[in-house]
């Protein structure tokens, strides 16, 4: 499966890629290179932990290298007064009548503890290109599923500060 990525997620991911490669690993080698010097390395704790961290920059770089590759480039345009990508929603839960405010994001930036809804999950896939006033059907499975009512859009300015998680 491709993940679907904006043109905005790639540019960040390109630039994390740039400051692990160009800052964070010559530090990293460093810091190898000071651990191994303090001798017998087989009771060497700050060479382990060294080489952990260094290990673990590469694999995000590499992680973030893949997703790249595989990327499907999507759209973040919709039309002003549909929901699409980036848009902030304050949707009616219907069970309940309670409030609660949403940002529509790819699937890389998504966090639903930070309000940020992914367009693959079934909240951001029912929501896609209704307006305001619309009472949409979210199926979690089939057997269960809630209504919401959409109270508002609004059109948010990407500016690229929901990061990119990491996994």
């Given at each position: 499966m491709f993940n679907q990525l904006t043109q905005k997620d790639i540019d960040a991911m390109e630039a994390e890629i740039e400051?692990?490669?160009l800052?964070?690993?010559p530090k990293l080698l460093e810091a190898v290179k000071e651990a191994r010097a303090q001798?017998?390395?087989s009771e060497n704790f700050e060479y382990y932990a060294a080489k952990k961290e260094k290990n673990k920059n590469e694999s995000?770089?590499?992680f973030l290298e893949r997703m790249i590759?595989?990327?499907e480039l999507i759209s973040d345009d919709s039309a002003a007064d549909e929901i699409g990508m980036n848009n902030?929603?304050?949707v009616e839960i219907e069970e309940d009548g309670s409030l609660e405010t949403y940002k529509i994001v790819t699937t890389m930036r998504g966090n639903s503890l930070e309000g940020l809804v992914s367009i693959e999950s079934p909240m951001g896939k029912a929501l896609l290109g209704h307006k305001a006033g619309d009472r949409?059907?979210?199926e979690v499975n089939p057997n269960y599923g809630y209504y919401l009512?959409?109270?508002s859009i609004e059109n948010t300015v990407d500016d690229g500060s929901d990061k990119i998680r990491s996994f």
């Open positions: 400051e692990r490669k800052v964070l690993r001798g017998d390395l995000r770089i590499r590759k595989t990327a902030t929603v304050v949409v059907y979210v009512i959409v109270k």
